[in-house]
């Protein structure tokens, strides 16, 4: 299983970006998937998560009513729209897979699979 995130960019604060990840795979509507960030210095923490159907979602307390993740499984695509973005979502974005598809981890143990971050910068 491999992942491939993209989308990363530079923008002001206020400003939105969507960034995708891509899971190379066959059984993609199985896995539950996450998505996590890194900021300097400080340690991995959860963002968002959404279940292999798409139909149950859920949010770190910091992002809710400003992140949306989705997915779509004939694309093998999970999606974090990123709005109303702040210098403090300046980070490295991290997509994760987790086989087991169960729902509502937020735990980086319970992930398996990890893509290769992408980096998210918010100026003033």
């Known amino acids: 299983v491999q992942l491939q995130a993209s989308g990363g960019g530079l923008v002001q604060a206020g400003g939105s970006l969507k960034l995708s990840c891509a899971l190379s795979?066959?059984?993609?509507?199985?896995?539950?998937m996450g998505w996590f960030r890194q900021a300097p210095g400080k340690e991995r923490e959860f963002v968002a998560g959404?279940?292999?159907?798409?139909?149950?979602?859920w949010y770190a307390d910091f992002v809710k009513g400003r992140f949306t993740i989705s997915r779509d499984n004939a694309k093998n695509t999970v999606y974090l729209q990123m709005n109303s973005l702040k210098r403090e979502d300046t980070a490295v974005y991290y997509c994760?897979?987790?086989?087991?598809?169960?729902?509502?981890?937020?735990?980086?143990?319970?992930?398996?699979?990890w893509g290769q971050g992408t980096q998210v910068t918010v100026s003033s």
């Open positions: 959404i279940s292999g159907s798409g139909r149950t979602t």
């Open positions: 795979g066959r059984t993609f509507s199985s896995y539950a």
């Open positions: 994760a897979a987790d086989p087991g598809g169960s729902v509502y981890y937020t735990e980086i143990t319970k992930y398996a699979y």
